[in-house]
């Protein structure tokens, strides 16, 4: 049985050894279960000599009669509840139990056989499906519970998001915390080193642009930027507004204004945000920017 890493984003090391040939079904699911946590960032690789299949499931968020169900339909075949119950060592009910919520999961089938009922994983590959949702879901509550928080914060408040990787976190959270239907103000230099951090080609400049046109924002860009090259850049991006001021500014900040916050990008060696959360803070600041914005020129091939 052969088994090729199928994820893009997993470490490279998973990737150059999973293309090997394996007799046992319980070690290629194994190799599967690290790929997925892998990707979602659940494990490192340095833990992976220390984990048995049952954490490994564990991590995945099945409960302790859900993975030992698991194991023994996957281990046996095509059980009856009687055989799981033997090797579990589960009362029949609580298999039933386990069963019921793993179906719902499309973890494993139910089917029966002369009368009697057969638990079987068909496809070992819908754990990453469930992983994946869970991520989602994950993914979908952020900006609920950021609401949440800034509802009991009545002062501006500062925070700070440091190197590539922070500010790409920055500016996918306050996407996901950002209204529908609304529109960012960002003032900055020009669009070659936001492109820099954000790579045309990179996952966080996928999810972010994803985000923004599922929840159908506008970016209202206000740069310094030579006119064919800004064109050039942005041209793949929909509904932007791209405009341009007649001044050379060589400065190391944008800003973004968010609905209810704003942000100061500093690049350099080791970029970093810095974010002040305050309506008062975000509105002041787009009033001054639409002075700007009033004397800008829009930007048009």
């Not at 050894?17 to 690290?34: C, P």
């Not at 009922?117 to 496809?123: A, E, G, L, M």
């Not at 440091?162 to 529109?183: A, N």
């Not at 994803?210 to 991006?237: M, Q, T």
Request: charged share 30%; with cysteine; net charge negative.
């Amino acid at each position: 049985m052969v088994w090729e890493c199928q994820f893009a984003q997993c470490d490279p090391d998973v990737a150059n050894t999973s293309r090997i040939i394996y007799n046992s079904q319980q070690y290629l699911i194994t190799l599967y279960l690290y790929a997925i946590l892998l990707c979602i960032g659940k494990i490192r690789l340095l833990d992976i000599q220390t984990m048995t299949l049952e954490q490994e499931l564990a991590q995945l968020g099945l409960k302790d009669n859900e993975i030992k169900v698991y194991i023994a339909a996957l281990e046996l075949g095509e059980p009856s509840v009687g055989d799981i119950e033997k090797q579990s060592g589960l009362h029949k009910q609580l298999i039933y139990n386990a069963a019921s919520s793993l179906q719902e999961k499309e973890l494993i089938s139910i089917h029966e056989i002369r009368g009697r009922k057969r638990f079987s994983v068909s496809n070992p590959a819908a754990l990453e499906e469930h992983a994946r949702a869970r991520l989602e879901k994950t993914q979908e509550l952020v900006p609920l519970l950021f609401d949440r928080a800034n509802k009991k914060r009545a002062a501006d408040k500062v925070r700070t998001y440091r190197d590539v990787k922070g500010v790409q976190q920055y500016y996918l959270e306050s996407i996901r915390r950002q209204p529908e239907k609304s529109e960012v103000y960002i003032l900055g230099v020009n669009s070659e080193r936001y492109f820099e951090i954000f790579g045309k080609d990179s996952v966080a400049y996928e999810r972010f642009e994803n985000a923004r046109i599922d929840r159908n924002i506008k970016l209202n860009l206000l740069l310094f930027g030579a006119k064919e090259e800004e064109i050039e850049l942005n041209k793949e991006r929909p509904n932007i507004d791209l405009r341009l001021l007649e001044v050379t500014v060589q400065g190391p900040m944008d800003i973004m204004i968010w609905h209810d916050h704003v942000g100061m990008l500093f690049y350099g060696d080791e970029p970093y945000v810095l974010d002040i959360i305050g309506q008062q803070t975000a509105d002041g600041f787009r009033q001054y920017l639409n002075v700007l914005w009033n004397k800008s020129k829009q930007a048009s091939a």
